[in-house]
C-alpha cells in the first residue's frame, strides 16, 4: 500500500522547484513523514533535476546500511529505496547521533561535499533526534555546515520551535513549517529494531570472511578484546575512504589476525577499521 502522501502547497513546491534552491533539509522527529515527503519531493523534482538524496537517518536509513550517512543518486524517476545504489557512505558506528557528534557531523559534511558536485539538487534526510540541548546544537550545525537553502520542518504541535527559534530573522534557510498528516503512524521500539535488523541482513547477506593483518593497519583505538566479537566494524582503504561494513569473527591474542565478515571484494587493499559501537550476527541481530 502506498502512503496518500503530502499536499504540498504551492509556495512550497515553488521554492523547492527553484533552481537556485539546491539544498533542502527535512526535519521532524521520529514517524513524522520525513521520508515519505523526500519521496514526494523526489516525485516533484526528478522530471527536471538530477536529485542527490543523502540519509542521514542513522538508525531507520533508507539509503545504506544502518550507523552510516549515505548518498544516493537519482534521475528520471524513483523505483523505490530498495533500488537505489549507494554511491558513498560515512561510517558513524552507531544507531542515534547521540554521543556521536563529531563523527556524524563529519559524515554529514564529507557525504554532502561528494554528492553535490553531481546532482542539481540534494535532499537532506534526518534523524529524529530532535529533543534538548544535544539536538538542538546538531540541527544548528548540521544547518551552517550543509547551508541549505529550504528546511521543510514537519512537527505535531511545537515540537521543533525551540530549534527553528534560532533561525528567526532569518531569510536564508527559508524554513517552511508542516503539520505532520494524522495517517502517520508512529513505529513502536520492536518495529524499528526489526528494521534495523532487516537492513543488516540484506546488507551482509553475501559476506565473505576475510583476515586483516590487525598489525599493519590503522585500528581506531584499542579496545578490550572481550568485546570485539561481533563487532561491527567499517573498513577503510589506504586513503582512509571508508569501503564496506564488517563484523568480527575472531581476533588472534596481539591482534596480528582479525577476522571479519563483509561484503567487501577480497582484492581491495584494507589501510584500517573503525570499531562500530554495537555488536551484532549475520542476521543483522544486535548481541550484547
Ligand atoms: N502522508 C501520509 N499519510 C499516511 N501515512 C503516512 C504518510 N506519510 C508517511 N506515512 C507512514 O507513516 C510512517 C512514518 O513515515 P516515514 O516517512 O517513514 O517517517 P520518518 O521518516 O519521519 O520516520 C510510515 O509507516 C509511512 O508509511
Ligand atoms: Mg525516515
Not at 537519482?74 to 556521536?100: Q, R
Not at 520542518?153 to 494524522?182: C, N, S, W
Not at 571479519?260 to 584500517?272: A, N, S
Amino acid at each position: 500500500m502506498t502512503d496518500p502522501g503530502f499536499v504540498l502547497n504551492p509556495k512550497i513546491k515553488d521554492a523547492v522547484l527553484e533552481s537556485q534552491n539546491r539544498t533542502i533539509m527535512v526535519v521532524g522527529g521520529s514517524d513524522t513523514g520525513k521520508t515519505t515527503l523526500i519521496e514526494d519531493l523526489l516525485e516533484l523534482l526528478l522530471p527536471t533535476f538530477r536529485v542527490g538524496v543523502v540519509d542521514a537517518d542513522l538508525g531507520q536509513s533508507h539509503v545504506g546500511p544502518p550507523t552510516t550517512i549515505a548518498w544516493g543518486l537519482l534521475e528520471k524517476k524513483f523505483e523505490g529505496w530498495e533500488n537505489l545504489v549507494v554511491k558513498d557512505f560515512y561510517f558513524v558506528g552507531a544507531t542515534s547521533p547521540s554521543g556521536n557528534l563529531l563523527p556524524m557531523i563529519t559524515g554529514i559534511k564529507i557525504i554532502y561535499e561528494r554528492a553535490r558536485p553531481q546532482v542539481d539538487k540534494i535532499l537532506l534526510d534526518t534523524t529524529g533526534m530532535i529533543r534538548g540541548g544535544p539536538a538542538r546544537v546538531l540541527k544548528r550545525c548540521m544547518t551552517d555546515i550543509i547551508q541549505p537553502r529550504i528546511i521543510l520542518a514537519l512537527q505535531r504541535t511545537d515540537e521543533l520551535e525551540h530549534i527553528l527559534i534560532g533561525f528567526r530573522g532569518m531569510t536564508i534557510p527559508k524554513i517552511y513549517r508542516m503539520k505532520v498528516p494524522p495517517g502517520v503512524r508512529q513505529k513502536n521500539y520492536s518495529e524499528r529494531v526489526s528494521y534495523r535488523e532487516q537492513r543488516f541482513k540484506a546488507y551482509f547477506e553475501r559476506a565473505q570472511s576475510l583476515v586483516l593483518a590487525g598489525d599493519r593497519i590503522g585500528l581506531g583505538g584499542i579496545v578490550s578484546e572481550e568485546y570485539l566479537h561481533n563487532r561491527l566494524i567499517c573498513l577503510r582503504d589506504t586513503e582512509g575512504r571508508n569501503l564496506a561494513l564488517g563484523i568480527v569473527d575472531e581476533v588472534d591474542g596481539r591482534m596480528r589476525s582479525i577476522s571479519v565478515y563483509t561484503p567487501l571484494d577480497k582484492e581491495k587493499k584494507i589501510g584500517g577499521i573503525l570499531w562500530g559501537k554495537l555488536r551484532i550476527n549475520l542476521e543483522g541481530k544486535e548481541v550484547d
